[in-house]
């Protein structure tokens, strides 16, 4: 047991700390041999030392879409100086900034370096720096100034190098040299000339610590642009050289104390030196210049880029000569000595590069890198965000179509306030089409409203317009309080134009590095809208530049296919009290618009807002699109805008409310064509210009009563433009009350069945298109073996007596008065009813001759003459008027064969209804008890006919019911207009 436990101690755990110390050390050294092997492995590929690039950086270049150098960065402004020419005071100030070390390293300081370290563990790689005074040397003379490990450990390699291959004296002289000091200014001695005309040893120490205080950010410490920065900076370089015993404490305070500008050489901006040697572009290259800035850790002015741009040098020579000369625009005068300025970006529809910017007028000719109007601009722009807070909304999330409608009127802000329209009027109800081709305010509010504010705000964010929130009312009209520039409403109207896909405008696409390097550069892009927003939002946007009454129309180029917006802004009450601003002014014009290829966003007006813009001076901005779109087109065939298939195109009759299909009636000023989304298209076709069916004419029967057959024919007419296709309903009811049947033909006569001898039927006939119907023709045959006797007799009589026109006339109006009391004109002798039924019955037991059938007619006329003319006056003017005289001799014979009909019916039916004795055979036909009047009274034999339409009918039984009422023979649209069908 005792040896068991002396075992145990001695197997007695190590202590904990020693473990940890010793995994510690195995991975720091494993974590050092690592190191260490990545350090070889970049070092190896570090490039050789080369003496001309240590005494020289190289300029970076511009390349354009082709390829070809257009300017070069960084050709300097240097004279050399020589280490024994550096007075003490210039070194001091650089060293104690710079590497306090720097005569008691290698090339790389460890002391520095591992301060750097524990501050980029900490705070992230990068925050710190750790190069020595050599290792700048060496960056700026072969490396770029990405901050990678490749970079640091090749920088670190070659700084050792340097240190071997050259003394402390010459390295210093070389970096002095080689510094850049801002507006292409390199080296200390030329930067000691430029700011404060002096040799270096005539500088005081205030001046000596504001040069070494700037090669950190040489723009950014400019004392012409950042003066306050400049003294900042001024101030640590003065504290830094008192820590190192550089100067005392006293001559820190006094050099403080000493102004910024105090011995600066006073410079205009057309002295001061710039950075491009270009003949031209320089607008362009400005925006190349802050994009590469944005893109990392580059010098431009010092590294020897190869920067690849999407320049295109044509194109920006036409934007800069419609700004520079007055061979196309006759400029305005200069406003308080301002001149009238113009911003212009012109981009690639489909990808968003930018091919030309027109930074200003006679930019760069004064000053360089100065205000650039195409993309440091901010101003308001007007109605050019409609289609983008507006209908391009609507469209998208409602799914409106082109033919919506909303109505101009009068409007209130929910502040109170009261917007008005560009010519202080109102239209009423229009299309969202017509509101922005005439750019009406208040249709654009009331749609911004109903697309709802955060929807329009999600709608510009896509189109890279980041806007205040919450929006207000005034935003769907330019009311935004941040403004914009015309690089991004170009960037945003270029999306219409490329199927709703969003492209951020560039100009650099590859950088090239002197070690090798290249960064291929990535932009956003994204769908940020629908297909058919973007292709609709487009066709209504050509409306604004093709349409004389349009408000961009004079930016129309014929024969391309364009699109565009125009925008202008108002003065405040304030502002134009304030300054005395005429009426119709504006600050601010804008256009923007777009074909397939190219998009073009132009803002005119004058830097000081308060000078207006009148007049014409507005329009420039259309003059200055169509003038750079019709150049950058004419050796192009521009395709025009394809109608995706989610895109309905219809034509909608003008006026209806929701949109209706136009009818082939709809007059063509009427018809407009209309884009809906597909699902959302309007299926009602409008009925205001579509005529009734036209009734069928001249309905003609012939029974063969070998075939119990009834041959119907008829005639039927349209209108040339009525291209409604027609069939025929015919309709055969019977007089014993039997079911109506019905049969159809796309022909002007059919043949009917199965009609048996010794009945009376009633044939209808009715033209039908669709769900429209005619009014109705109508004839009745009689079936009866005597009643075609008779009708024999009257064919005959019809004969005697058709040849005098002027005879069948007065028999029409004998036959038209009769209807008022039929016992009067079937009678010579106006007696009760009893009686002219006996007269009648003893008539038919005689079988009169047609001769005496004839007399009879004679007397009738005779008598229906005195009673039409003692009634006329119950007549209304416009319904009376001459019936057809073929007409008027069946109705003359009607009478006759009624007399016929009656003593041929049954002696018992005659008793029951001895009152009614004149209109005993079509009592039984129910299926026109409308027309019951008429059809008795007009009642016809085999081959007789009546054409009369239900709306003759319907006003004949309504004057027939009074005594001595109208004949019903007045004309068609009188009758056509009580009729009930």
């Known amino acids: 047991m005792a040896e068991q436990n002396s075992r145990m101690k001695r197997r007695k755990k190590k202590p904990l700390w020693l473990k940890l110390i010793f995994l510690l050390f195995i991975l720091g050294l494993a974590g050092l041999l690592t190191g260490a092997g990545v350090f070889a492995y970049y070092a190896n590929q570090a490039p050789p030392l080369s003496e001309k690039e240590l005494v020289d950086s190289a300029a970076s270049q511009i390349l354009d879409k082709d390829g070809n150098v257009v300017a070069a960065i960084g050709n300097k402004k240097r004279e050399q100086v020589n280490y024994d020419e550096i007075p003490d005071l210039v070194e001091d100030a650089i060293i104690a900034t710079e590497d306090a070390r720097f005569y008691d390293h290698f090339g790389v300081d460890p002391l520095r370096l591992g301060g750097a370290v524990i501050a980029n563990v900490t705070e992230g790689f990068g925050s710190e720096g750790a190069s020595t005074l050599t290792q700048q040397v060496v960056k700026r003379s072969f490396l770029s100034s990405e901050k990678t ?61 504001l040069l070494a205080g700037m090669p950190q950010s040489p723009n950014g410490y400019n004392p012409y642009d950042h003066p306050e920065r400049a003294k900042e900076r001024r101030n640590i370089v003065l504290a830094l050289m008192e820590e190192h015993d550089k100067i005392s404490h006293k001559e820190r305070v006094e050099a403080e104390k000493t102004p910024i500008t105090e011995g600066l050489v006073e410079r205009d901006e057309g002295e001061r030196t710039y950075l491009s040697a270009s003949d031209g572009y320089e607008a362009f290259i400005d925006v190349v210049i802050s994009e590469v800035d944005a893109l990392g850790d580059y010098n431009i002015y010092e590294d020897g880029l190869k920067i690849h741009t999407t320049l295109d040098p044509d194109a920006q020579s036409t934007v800069e000569n419609i700004l520079d000369k007055e061979e196309v625009i006759d400029y305005p005068e200069d406003k308080d000595g301002q001149p009238f300025q113009a911003g212009i970006t012109l981009l690639d529809t489909k990808s968003g590069a930018i091919r030309a910017v027109g930074g200003g007028r006679n930019y760069a000719k004064e000053t360089k890198r100065g205000f650039n109007f195409a993309t440091d601009t901010s101003r308001q722009p007007g109605s050019v965000m409609k289609p983008i807070l507006a209908y391009g909304p609507a469209i998208e999330y409602k799914k409106w179509s082109t033919a919506h409608i909303v109505d101009d009127e009068k409007f209130k802000y929910e502040n109170g306030e009261e917007p008005q329209n560009w010519d202080g009027e109102y239209k009423g109800e229009i299309t969202i089409r017509e509101a922005l081709w005439d750019s009406r305010n208040i249709p654009a509010i009331k749609t911004f409203n109903k697309a709802g504010h955060e929807n329009a705000a999600d709608f510009a964010e896509k189109l890279g317009l980041n806007l205040e929130e919450p929006l207000m009312e005034s935003a769907a009209i330019g009311g935004i309080s941040k403004g914009t520039s015309p690089l991004e409403i170009a960037g945003a109207y270029a999306a219409f134009g490329n199927g709703g896909s969003y492209n951020e405008p560039y100009t650099v696409t590859k950088i090239e590095e002197r070690d090798g390097d290249t960064l291929e550069t990535e932009h956003e892009s994204q769908q940020a809208m629908e297909d058919y927003t973007s292709y609709m939002v487009t066709d209504m946007l050509k409306d604004v530049i093709k349409k004389p009454a349009a408000t961009g129309y004079k930016a129309n180029i014929p024969g391309l296919p364009v699109a565009g917006k125009t925008g202008t802004t108002n003065y405040s009450d304030e502002s134009i009290e304030k300054y005395n601003i005429p009426d119709d002014s504006s600050p601010d014009s804008w256009f923007a618009g777009y074909t397939t290829d190219y998009t073009a966003a132009i803002w005119t007006g004058y830097q000081d807002r308060k000078n207006p813009l009148t007049g014409n001076e507005k329009d420039i901005a259309k003059k200055i699109f169509k003038h750079v779109m019709k150049e950058v087109s004419k050796d192009t065939d521009t395709e025009d805008f394809t109608k995706p298939d989610s895109v309905v195109e219809k034509e909608i009759e003008e006026g209806t409310n929701p949109p209706k299909l136009a009818s082939s009636f709809t007059p063509e000023d009427k018809i407009s064509t209309e884009l809906f989304v597909k699902g959302e298209v309007p299926k009602e076709e409008s009925e205001e210009f579509i005529p009734e069916l036209p009734a069928p004419e001249e309905l003609s029967a012939d029974y063969v009563k070998e075939e119990a057959t009834v041959r119907l024919d008829w005639d039927y007419e349209q209108e040339e433009d009525d291209d409604r296709e027609v069939h025929f309903e015919v309709e055969v009811s019977a007089e014993d009350g039997s079911a109506a049947t019905t049969k159809e033909t796309d022909k002007t006569e059919i043949d009917i069945p199965a009609i048996d001898s010794g009945g009376s039927y009633t044939f ?157 055979t079509n009592q039984n036909n129910d299926s026109n008890e409308n027309n019951n009047s008429q059809t008795e009274n007009n009642k016809m034999d085999l081959g007789e006919t009546s054409s009369s339409t239900e709306a003759e009918n319907s006003q004949d039984k309504s004057e027939a019911d009074q005594p001595g009422g109208s004949d019903g023979s007045g004309s068609d649209a009188a009758n056509k207009k009580d009729s009930d069908g």
């Open 149 to 209: 490990l490749k970079r640091k450990a090749q920088e670190a390699w070659l700084a050792v190098k340097l240190e071997q291959e050259y003394s402390k004296q010459e390295i210093f002289e070389m970096y002095v040299n080689k510094i850049y000091f801002s507006d292409n200014i390199y080296g200390i001695e030329t930067a000691a000339d430029y700011y404060f005309g002096k040799e270096l040893e005539e500088l005081t120490l205030p001046q000596a610590a």
């Open 764 to 920: 209808t006939v009715r033209a039908v298109s669709e769900e429209e119907e005619s009014d109705p023709a109508s004839i009745v045959v009689d079936t009866h073996d005597d009643a075609q006797e008779n009708s024999e007799s009257s064919s005959d009589q019809e004969q005697n007596n058709g040849g005098n026109e002027s005879n069948n006339e007065e028999k029409e109006k004998s036959n038209s008065s009769s209807q008022g009391d039929e016992n009067e004109t079937d009678n010579k002798d106006p007696k009760n009813n009893t009686e002219t039924q006996k007269d009648t019955e003893q008539e038919n037991e005689e079988e009169p001759s047609p001769n005496e059938d004839t007399e009879q007619d004679s007397e009738d006329q005779d008598e229906s003459e005195q009673e039409n003319s003692s009634d006329s006056s119950q007549i209304p003017e416009e319904e009376s008027g001459s019936g057809d005289s073929n007409e008027q001799g069946q109705n003359k014979e009607e009478n006759n064969s009624e007399s016929s009909d009656e003593s041929s019916g049954s002696t018992e039916e005659n008793k029951n209804d001895e009152k009614d004795t004149d209109s005993t």
